[in-house]
């Protein structure tokens, strides 16, 4: 009977896990991309990410509580890669992400041009549409720091877009 039990408990927890999977993916692979700026490196995250939520199994209150997880875990994850010694090639974030029309794949390379951590708040504040607190949480830094950088990347962007406006065609 208890064999049954366990075989019933894995199952409920393999399901739990792909829906999960299904849930955080788009997001997950999107934060990761915006990170890294690599398509090889934010799959090889998102990977890792779901082999920790496996092998951790943590208990959460809500969807909420479990997507915030993730992308922290993800966030995190990603910033190690960066670091990493073997990080040797890189593929540039417009040719891994598709884009709409011109002028989004345009921004897409501006964004590209900042730094790993502008790059994911910008992500998160304006793609993913965290406030925020939400982001200070995920990325485990104050809110107010949360600010500071995203009102620094706003500015950095800015003076990226004017001079891709002032260069001639």
């Known amino acids: 009977m208890e064999e049954s039990q366990l075989f019933r408990s894995t199952e409920l927890e393999q399901t739990e896990f792909e829906r ?3 849930r955080n993916a788009q997001t997950l692979y999107k934060t990761a991309l ?3 700026g690599s398509s090889g490196d934010a799959e090889e995250v998102v990977q890792d990410c779901y082999l920790r939520l496996w092998e951790k199994r943590p208990v959460f209150t809500s969807e909420e509580h479990e997507t915030a997880w993730l992308i922290r875990v993800t966030v995190n994850l990603a910033k190690n890669r960066l ?4 990080r040797r090639h890189t593929v540039p974030l417009t ?3 598709p884009a709409r029309d ?20 910008i992500h998160l504040f304006y793609y993913e549409g965290y406030s925020t607190a939400e982001i200070a949480q995920i ?9 500071s950088r995203l009102a620094r990347a706003r500015q950095k962007l800015k003076g990226l877009l004017e001079e891709c406006n002032d260069e001639p065609l």
Do not use: N
Not at 139 to 147: F, G, H, I, N
């Open 20 to 22: 999960a999977v299904r």
């Open 34 to 36: 915006a990170v890294t």
């Open 83 to 86: 670091t990493s010694a073997w």
């Open 95 to 97: 040719d891994s992400v």
């Open 102 to 121: 011109r002028q989004e794949r345009e921004l897409l390379e501006v964004i590209s041009k900042l730094t790993p951590p502008d790059r994911a708040v």
């Open 139 to 147: 990325m485990k830094r104050r809110e107010s720091t949360v600010r």
